[in-house]
Structure formats: C-alpha cells, structure tokens
C-alpha cells in the first residue's frame, strides 16, 4: 500500500518533473524517466484516438492495472500530464493526483520565476508533495 | 375605435418648461436607478470603508506574478528588477499614507521616527495584509537602521527562489510612506531563515522556511531631526 512514483509531463510531452515517493520505488536514471515521458505521452494520445467511446477533452489512459503495479493519469485541461504509480491495492489515487495538481497550482503557477512547460525546480511544491503523501500515509 | 382615441391622446406635446421639469425627473430617477442597477466605479466610491472588502490570496498572488513577469521581461539583472518593483510600490506608498491619515482621522501627523515607524507596522500593514507586521526593532550593530519583520509577507508566499527580490515591491511601500510622511529613508528586503518559533502558515501551503526583514535606513537630516527633537 505504497505510493512509488510520481511523474508529470507537459504538453508536448516533455518530462517537468518525476521523482520516487518511497524507498520501494525502482532506480531509474533520468534518461530512462525522460523516454518514459514521451512514451506515455504518445501511448496516451494514441489511447484517446483509438477509443470507440469520445467526446469529452480528458480522452486518454486513466488507469492502468497490472500485478506488481497501479498507474494512474490525471490530465489537465491545459494538456499537462500527472501521473502517479502505486503498489496494488493502493486507494485514493484519483484524490492524490488531484491534491498534487491543487499543490502545483499554488507553488508553481504562482511562482513568477518558473517558466511554464519548462521542468519545475520549486522548492515548495517538493515540500508540498511531501506534505500531501505524509497525509495521505505514505510509508 | 379605442385604438385611433388613445393615439389622439399621445400625440407629441409641444415644448414647454413642464416638459423640461418632467425630462429632469425622469432623467434623475433613470441614472439612481442605474447606479443600483449596475456596480460603481471604483473610483465613485467613498473613501471611507464601510464593511471590510477582501481580495483573495491567489488572486493577489496571480495578479502580482503578472507584475514581477512584465517587468522581467523588460530588465537585464535582478538588482534592476528589484529596481522596478521598488518603484512600483513606491507610488502605492504615497497614496496608502494618504488614505490611512484620512480614514483614522487623526489630527496630528507624526514627526518622530518611532510613531511613523508603528504606524507603518500596525496600521498600514493592518490595511495592506490583513494583520500587523510581526515585530518592529532598532539595528543593534547601526544606529540609523531599524527593521520591520514579517513572517510570511504576500508577495513571496508562492515563491521558491528570489524572495528578498520579489519584496522589493513591499520596500518600496515603506519608502513610500516614510518619504510622503517627511522621512527620506532606504529599504531594503532580506530574507533570513526563520526560527522554529516563528509559526506563520498559510493553509494549504507548506511552512515556510524563511522570513523577511525589511531594514530601513534614514537619512542623516532624518536623524538629526529626531535628535533634535529630544
């Protein structure tokens, strides 16, 4: 019942920010997290054309289940990907993301000195990451 | 047959004074009921608050972002930005002191240092912030220096990098008021790690980790004054 990664790409399918939220997490290097950005980027984009249910602007993966992992996408209405993994049997991913998102608002957007789309190199969002998992329990 | 009577009876009436008196009435009756009808402008509205108005805080912080971004892309160094917002928050300066002296009706304006320094503390940011500031001291190591700190000032709360810039917006206020006030004097924000005892958070928002210290600096005639003073 962990949380393991959280990754979010931007727009245009670059990777802004990724880091491990526990000890569980695999080791990956950052080249490895910046291909698997844009390939989930294009998996998502592919996913939302080749659904035979659309209309709505957040076509795309939503949730991803497997044995040994749980992935779950919340995208923005500006494009920006969140995307957070877990342990299976992990609840409240959707609630997580949606925090991360609030979290990201308040200290990035607000944040003269950040550059959208660029990757975010705010201290207080990290700090507001940690707050959010510590309340949601992550060990 | 009714219908050609009552058109005979609203046929145009010549010009005359009653018309006049009447156009007045009807005229004044439209713009009283406009003015409820349709929100006033600012500006129209009187100087004296009525019931407290607020401004949300990421209002604010959106808003204000804006600013430090506008003038980013139009300077070349941080010490220029800091320039810019120092004197964008100048002119607020002047005219905050001059609303705050008439809506507190005081009868006297304040001539030492130390009164105009409260008042900056207490009232004005009362009005600006919502609360006063956290705590007003005298420089122990420069007799001219006197700091004014607060724990969580607005125009940093959603910043991670170049606080001390980001209030040199709120440096220029205080300049602005102390120099409307008669008080030539510097400002200049800093941005110290806070103690532990220093709680001031916003909820939602981590705790932050530093404070600012806004450290005014008079100028010597403004000393020589007060000394004089006694």
């Known amino acids: 019942m962990a949380f393991l990664d959280l990754f979010i790409v931007n727009k245009s399918g670059g990777l802004i920010h990724h880091r491990s939220l526990s000890e569980k997490a695999p080791q990956i290097g950052t080249n490895e997290w910046l291909r698997i950005g844009s390939t989930f980027h294009s998996l998502h984009a592919i996913a939302a054309e080749a659904s035979p249910v659309r209309g709505k602007i957040d076509d795309g993966i939503e949730l991803i289940e497997s044995e040994g992992l749980v992935l779950c996408c919340f995208q923005t209405r500006t494009g920006i990907k969140f995307v957070l993994t877990a342990e299976p049997g992990t609840g409240y991913l959707q609630k997580v993301l949606k925090e991360i998102y609030v979290a990201y608002t308040d200290c990035a957007l607000k944040d003269p000195f950040y550059e959208l789309e660029m990757p975010i190199r705010c201290e207080l969002f990290t700090q507001a990451v940690n707050d959010v998992m510590s309340r949601f329990g992550n060990r | ?230």
């Open chain 2, 1 to 230: 047959n009714n219908r050609t009577r009552r058109r005979k009876q609203t046929k145009n009436q010549p010009y005359s004074i009653d018309n006049n008196k009447d156009l007045l009435l009807t005229f004044i009756a439209f713009k009283m009921s406009r003015q409820t009808a349709m929100p006033t402008s600012i500006l129209d509205r009187p100087l004296t608050r009525g019931r407290t108005e607020q401004v949300s805080l990421s209002a604010f912080g959106l808003m204000y972002s804006e600013l430090v971004q506008y003038h980013q892309n139009r300077v070349s160094s941080i010490p220029e930005l800091e320039r810019r917002l120092e004197s964008s928050g100048y002119g607020v300066g002047f005219k905050v002191l001059e609303l705050l002296a008439f809506r507190g009706r005081e009868a006297k304006r304040e001539t030492r240092i130390m009164s105009i320094l409260q008042f900056i503390s207490v009232t004005a940011w009362k009005s600006l912030f919502g609360k006063g500031a956290d705590s007003l001291e005298r420089s122990l190591d420069n007799a001219d220096e006197y700091m004014i700190f607060d724990n969580n000032p607005i125009t940093s709360t959603f910043l991670s990098s170049h606080k001390s810039s980001a209030d040199a917006y709120i440096s220029g206020i205080i300049a602005g008021i102390l120099e409307g006030a008669g008080f030539t004097a510097r400002v200049q924000a800093v941005c110290p790690s806070a103690d532990e005892g220093d709680a001031r958070g916003i909820i939602g928002l981590p705790r932050r980790k530093d404070k600012a210290v806004f450290v005014v600096k008079f100028a010597d005639k403004v000393l020589e004054r007060d000394a004089a003073l006694g």
